[in-house]
């Protein structure tokens, strides 16, 4: 026994990252994986519990455009506010606990209150993904969309890439006066709610790569309001597109870029997440060569057997209620490039509206895909985005050598994780 608390003990040492506003730390997640262990275990991978973390693509439209990202192109159809009312019920009483709202852009629904309050109703906890940007809307219009996000949510990230001039660069056409409209946006959310998350999402890519990353960091700060920053690298494998991203950055650029994370005091500061991006290529998760194709941990991938747990914790569902294992197989970012049509078409696990969450979760296409990614090959044809998932890689090393090391004892795993204090709810992937 004193062998196998010092091999959990170990790993959370040495694997001990994640985001604290989305709560998803090691010795968080990991208290709710044994009912997975034990599916996985016992071969029994139709009857998976619920996914802990549920994300919902409530709109298709976007406000503004940006370099790294297709959504603005796309057009499909866009559930009305009382499908996704039957939808918050299906999942919540299947067993979710957590939700991400995203798009396109939430902001663009006009009943986007309304949809967040009928998700809490169902008890579940939100979070959500935005630009913050609100255009043609009235100012009593935009308060009453502020006030029922900083009542129903316990986060929201923020997509802003870096300076003031960098972001116009990535974000063109600029929404006219954004700069005031993210303010507003997060000083309302601070007015309303002083306890909710708030952090910024820098991606890092070719408009951005060669701004002033303090400068950065001090205008999301000191002008947005903003005090975490996360950055983080572009993606979108090359391999797996048929037209070839202009927005992913050279070897050149990420050479700079690592050794700067190295040099530069600014990783070891408080309230950025440069220090984890370093860590990512220090360790080899990221590879350099294999980043600038788009795909940072394809060679990770490749030298490791490591099992996807995405398709056990966390599941996607589409504008039109179509649910997909995770963002990188359903294309999230590029849906308008022409080979996207053929991976969201291969990943599709069913739709929601025809069948209920629980028969989509457990069917036979969701079990098929559990199969396929008991080892993770971003060299098989079907699999070529894997090599681009910086979102799960953690939780998938973590987890795997988790459950190598407690395969044959896993109620010894649940008693030691037990003793954790239990700070695992919410938890966000």
């Given at each position: 026994m004193i062998a196998t608390v010092k091999q959990l003990a170990d790993i959370l040492s040495e694997h001990n990252i994640g985001l604290g506003t989305r709560n998803n730390w090691p010795s968080n997640y990991l208290r709710l994986m044994t009912p997975y262990f034990r599916c996985i275990r016992e071969g029994r991978l139709d009857e998976v519990p619920a996914p802990v973390c549920v994300q919902m693509q409530v709109s298709t439209a976007c406000s503004t455009r940006c370099a790294m990202c297709h959504h603005w192109k796309e057009?499909?159809?866009?559930?009305?506010?009382?499908?996704?009312?039957?939808?918050?019920?299906?999942?919540?009483?299947?067993?979710?606990?957590?939700?991400?709202?995203?798009?396109?852009?939430?902001?663009?629904?006009?009943?986007?209150?309304?949809l967040l309050r009928s998700a809490r109703r169902c008890g579940l906890r939100l979070g959500l993904l935005t630009n913050a940007t609100m255009t043609s809307r009235e100012l009593n219009e935009r308060h009453r969309v502020i006030a029922a996000?900083?009542?129903?949510?316990?986060?929201?990230?923020?997509?802003?890439?870096?300076?003031?001039?960098?972001d116009l660069a990535i974000r063109n056409p600029m929404v006219e006066d954004r700069e005031h409209l993210v303010r507003e946006f997060v000083s309302g959310l601070r007015a309303?709610?002083?306890?909710?998350?708030?952090?910024?999402?820098?991606?890092?890519q070719k408009g951005n790569i060669e701004m002033d990353f303090g400068e950065a960091c001090r205008f999301i700060r000191e002008t947005l309001g903003?005090?975490?920053?996360?950055?983080?690298?572009?993606?979108?494998?090359?391999?797996?597109?048929?037209?070839?991203?202009?927005?992913?950055?050279?070897?050149?650029?990420?050479?700079?870029?690592?050794?700067?994370?190295?040099?530069?005091?600014?990783?070891?500061?408080?309230?950025?997440q440069l220090a984890y991006l370093r860590q990512c290529f220090s360790q080899k998760l990221f590879n350099i060569r294999d980043s600038a194709q788009g795909a940072p941990l394809r060679r990770f991938?490749?030298?490791?057997?490591?099992?996807?747990?995405?398709?056990?914790?966390f599941s996607l569902i589409d504008s039109d209620g179509e649910v997909y294992p995770c963002c990188h197989l359903y294309r999230d970012n590029q849906g308008a490039d022409p080979r996207s049509r053929y991976f969201r078409k291969e990943h599709s696990m069913g739709n929601i509206l025809r069948a209920?969450?629980?028969?989509?979760?457990?069917?036979?296409?969701?079990?098929?895909?559990?199969?396929?990614?008991?080892?993770?090959?971003?060299?098989?044809p079907r699999f070529l985005p894997c090599g681009e998932c910086t979102r799960h890689c953690q939780h998938n090393l973590v987890l795997t050598e988790v459950y190598r090391n407690f395969e044959d004892d896993l109620?010894?795993?649940?008693?030691?994780?037990?003793?954790?204090?239990?700070?695992?709810d919410p938890v966000f992937f």
């Amino acid at each position: 026994m004193i062998a196998t608390v010092k091999q959990l003990a170990d790993i959370l040492s040495e694997h001990n990252i994640g985001l604290g506003t989305r709560n998803n730390w090691p010795s968080n997640y990991l208290r709710l994986m044994t009912p997975y262990f034990r599916c996985i275990r016992e071969g029994r991978l139709d009857e998976v519990p619920a996914p802990v973390c549920v994300q919902m693509q409530v709109s298709t439209a976007c406000s503004t455009r940006c370099a790294m990202c297709h959504h603005w192109k796309e057009a499909s159809v866009e559930m009305p506010l009382d499908q996704w009312q039957r939808v918050f019920d299906d999942v919540a009483r299947f067993g979710a606990r957590t939700v991400i709202f995203s798009g396109g852009e939430p902001l663009m629904r006009k009943d986007l209150p309304e949809l967040l309050r009928s998700a809490r109703r169902c008890g579940l906890r939100l979070g959500l993904l935005t630009n913050a940007t609100m255009t043609s809307r009235e100012l009593n219009e935009r308060h009453r969309v502020i006030a029922a996000i900083a009542e129903c949510t316990d986060w929201v990230s923020i997509s802003v890439d870096g300076t003031r001039s960098s972001d116009l660069a990535i974000r063109n056409p600029m929404v006219e006066d954004r700069e005031h409209l993210v303010r507003e946006f997060v000083s309302g959310l601070r007015a309303a709610n002083e306890r909710i998350k708030i952090w910024a999402t820098v991606t890092l890519q070719k408009g951005n790569i060669e701004m002033d990353f303090g400068e950065a960091c001090r205008f999301i700060r000191e002008t947005l309001g903003i005090s975490e920053v996360n950055f983080k690298i572009a993606t979108g494998a090359r391999s797996a597109l048929q037209h070839d991203p202009p927005y992913l950055l050279s070897e050149d650029e990420l050479i700079r870029l690592v050794n700067f994370l190295h040099q530069d005091p600014l990783p070891d500061q408080d309230g950025n997440q440069l220090a984890y991006l370093r860590q990512c290529f220090s360790q080899k998760l990221f590879n350099i060569r294999d980043s600038a194709q788009g795909a940072p941990l394809r060679r990770f991938y490749r030298e490791q057997s490591l099992r996807c747990f995405t398709p056990f914790l966390f599941s996607l569902i589409d504008s039109d209620g179509e649910v997909y294992p995770c963002c990188h197989l359903y294309r999230d970012n590029q849906g308008a490039d022409p080979r996207s049509r053929y991976f969201r078409k291969e990943h599709s696990m069913g739709n929601i509206l025809r069948a209920g969450f629980s028969a989509v979760w457990n069917g036979d296409r969701y079990v098929a895909e559990r199969v396929a990614l008991e080892k993770i090959n971003p060299d098989d044809p079907r699999f070529l985005p894997c090599g681009e998932c910086t979102r799960h890689c953690q939780h998938n090393l973590v987890l795997t050598e988790v459950y190598r090391n407690f395969e044959d004892d896993l109620s010894e795993l649940e008693r030691e994780l037990a003793t954790l204090p239990d700070e695992s709810d919410p938890v966000f992937f």
